[in-house]
């Protein structure tokens, strides 16, 4: 390791520091937003939502989905009649899974997603979901979960989508040798490369959750151990720990530090010798220590204000302060769970303001006395602090793009140098 990547020594106790926790308006998207990504990952799956216009709006919206582009997603539509009792909503439901299978018999998997007007109403669709996985018995397994935006922040919708195949994982009973499941969505591209490392280190039963192909669900038993690859599934951990399996503690994959540990992590649970593990990593870590290195030059110094939104900020503040050099002033998260990123929090400077929560109105106030150089935050507090003449990257953009592995490293840090250089650019 480049000593200059090695982040300083975390005071004892750092994972108890003080956290400012806040409970007053937020601005965050709602958990349909995860669809998104995950059925790029789930390649035989289609989520279909139970709301609102408006939450088809912004589906269609957050995906940016052409007109002759045939998703595997779709909305159905909660109409005046079926709130008014004057149609059967299990008929519908029924009759448009009907026409789905009709028409995409690739189909393997049906999410039927609950959204805030579906769970205003009490409609019932885990009992929609049993229902309708025994009329499609043998063609479609039909699952559920709530991506509901009532006080929940958008991650929390692949956490909910995840804890749904969780429960429907085969249990791995007899099995003698420890297996490994990655969970976490991430890109064919960051899979493949996390396949290589690990087949180089000897690490030859790998699985991941989700699978790019829901007829390839990975069994779990009490020879499992896992590693989180988002550090926002807490539920799915702790589903995971109720089947036997054995969480695998590491920083997330972010960056070259950040990825060797969270690979050291899985090595010291197969017993991987320390010199096979150095040599295996060897060529990926100094290919992320050079991208990062011209980033570095830009970024270092440069002082970053994290708004609550992904609960990938406590990682992400970790891998701009350790490899990057940035200073960061406040980091927000929506929810801590100080078991689940506390390695990466443990790195953070006594100096950053760590905060729980929001109050949108104050954080945005000790946002503008602190004058940062970069804001991340979401969509809707974006654009208006860039009126203000701020600096931002939206925080959303870091779920769509591959972040996560060594050969990411530089994608993820000129993520943060683009902004400041366009900002220098368009300087007049």
Same mark, same amino acid.
């Given at each position: 390791?480049?000593?200059?990547?090695?982040?300083?020594?975390?005071?004892?106790?750092?994972?108890?520091?003080?956290?400012?926790?806040?409970?007053?308006?937020? &601005?965050?998207?709602?958990?349909?937003?995860?669809? $998104?990504?995950?059925?790029?990952?789930?390649?035989?799956?289609?989520?279909?939502?139970?709301?609102?216009?408006?939450?088809?709006?912004?589906?269609?919206?957050?995906?940016?989905?052409?007109?002759?582009?045939? %998703?595997?997603?779709?909305?159905?539509?909660?109409?005046?009649?079926?709130?008014?009792?004057?149609?059967?909503?299990?008929?519908?439901?029924? *009759?448009?899974?009907?026409? @789905? @299978?009709?028409?995409?018999?690739?189909?393997?998997?049906?999410?039927?997603?609950?959204?805030?007007?579906?769970?205003?109403?009490?409609?019932?669709?885990?009992?929609?979901?049993?229902?309708?996985?025994?009329?499609?018995?043998?063609?479609?397994?039909?699952?559920?979960?709530?991506?509901?935006?009532?006080?929940?922040?958008?991650?929390?919708?692949?956490?909910?989508?995840?804890?749904?195949?969780?429960?429907?994982?085969?249990?791995?009973?007899?099995?003698?040798?420890?297996?490994?499941?990655?969970?976490?969505?991430?890109?064919?591209?960051? &899979?493949?490369?996390?396949?290589? $490392?690990?087949?180089?280190?000897?690490?030859?039963?790998?699985?991941?959750? %989700? %699978?790019?192909?829901?007829?390839?669900?990975?069994?779990?038993?009490?020879?499992?151990?896992?590693?989180?690859?988002?550090?926002?599934?807490?539920?799915?951990?702790?589903?995971?720990?109720?089947?036997?399996?054995?969480?695998?503690?590491?920083?997330?994959?972010?960056?070259?530090?950040?990825?060797?540990?969270?690979?050291?992590?899985?090595?010291k649970a197969f017993n991987v010798p320390?010199?096979?593990?150095?040599?295996?990593?060897?060529?990926?870590?100094?290919?992320?220590?050079?991208?990062?290195?011209?980033? *570095?030059?830009?970024?270092?110094?440069?002082?970053?204000?994290l708004f609550p939104d992904s609960q990938?900020?406590?990682?992400?503040?970790?891998?701009?302060?350790?490899?990057?050099?940035?200073?960061?002033?406040?980091?927000?998260?929506?929810?801590?769970?100080?078991?689940?990123?506390?390695?990466?929090?443990?790195?953070?400077?006594?100096?950053?303001?760590?905060?729980?929560?929001?109050?949108?109105?104050?954080?945005? &106030?000790?946002?503008?006395?602190?004058?940062?150089?970069?804001?991340?935050?979401?969509?809707? @507090?974006?654009?208006?602090?860039?009126?203000?003449?701020?600096?931002?990257?939206?925080?959303?953009?870091?779920?769509?793009?591959? $972040?996560?592995?060594?050969?990411?490293?530089?994608?993820?840090?000129?993520?943060?140098?683009?902004?400041?250089?366009?900002?220098?650019?368009?300087?007049?």
């Amino acid at each position: 390791m480049n000593a200059s990547f090695k982040p300083a020594t975390a005071p004892a106790g750092c994972s108890s520091r003080e956290v400012l926790r806040e409970r007053g308006q937020h &601005e965050v998207f709602c958990g349909l937003t995860g669809i $998104i990504w995950l059925h790029r990952k789930i390649q035989d799956a289609f989520f279909l939502v139970v709301g609102s216009r408006t939450c088809s709006h912004l589906i269609q919206s957050a995906a940016g989905v052409m007109i002759f582009a045939e %998703p595997r997603f779709a909305t159905a539509i909660i109409e005046d009649r079926d709130l008014a009792g004057l149609a059967d909503l299990d008929d519908e439901l029924d *009759r448009i899974v009907g026409q @789905l @299978l009709a028409r995409r018999p690739d189909i393997r998997m049906i999410f039927l997603v609950g959204s805030c007007p579906s769970e205003v109403i009490k409609l019932d669709l885990s009992r929609a979901a049993v229902r309708l996985s025994q009329q499609h018995a043998g063609q479609v397994r039909v699952l559920n979960y709530s991506g509901s935006g009532i006080e929940t922040t958008f991650t929390q919708g692949e956490d909910a989508c995840l804890s749904a195949l969780v429960n429907a994982l085969p249990a791995a009973d007899g099995k003698a040798t420890r297996s490994l499941m990655i969970v976490g969505a991430l890109s064919d591209v960051v &899979e493949d490369q996390f396949r290589r $490392i690990f087949a180089a280190l000897g690490i030859t039963d790998v699985a991941f959750l %989700p %699978p790019r192909r829901s007829t390839e669900l990975p069994s779990v038993g009490i020879e499992t151990v896992f590693l989180l690859a988002q550090p926002f599934l807490t539920q799915t951990a702790r589903l995971l720990e109720g089947r036997g399996a054995r969480q695998l503690m590491a920083p997330f994959p972010l960056g070259a530090w950040g990825t060797s540990e969270w690979f050291r992590a899985a090595a010291k649970a197969f017993n991987v010798p320390t010199a096979k593990f150095d040599q295996a990593i060897a060529a990926a870590a100094a290919r992320a220590r050079a991208a990062l290195d011209p980033h *570095r030059f830009r970024l270092s110094g440069k002082t970053v204000f994290l708004f609550p939104d992904s609960q990938l900020e406590i990682p992400l503040a970790r891998f701009l302060c350790s490899e990057l050099g940035m200073v960061p002033i406040e980091v927000g998260t929506p929810y801590l769970n100080r078991r689940q990123v506390g390695l990466d929090l443990d790195q953070l400077p006594e100096t950053a303001q760590i905060s729980e929560g929001q109050d949108v109105e104050r954080q945005l &106030e000790r946002c503008r006395r602190a004058k940062p150089d970069i804001v991340v935050c979401g969509l809707g @507090l974006a654009n208006p602090l860039e009126a203000e003449g701020f600096t931002t990257k939206w925080s959303i953009e870091l779920l769509f793009t591959p $972040i996560q592995g060594f050969d990411q490293a530089g994608d993820l840090a000129e993520l943060f140098s683009r902004p400041l250089v366009r900002r220098t650019m368009l300087r007049v």
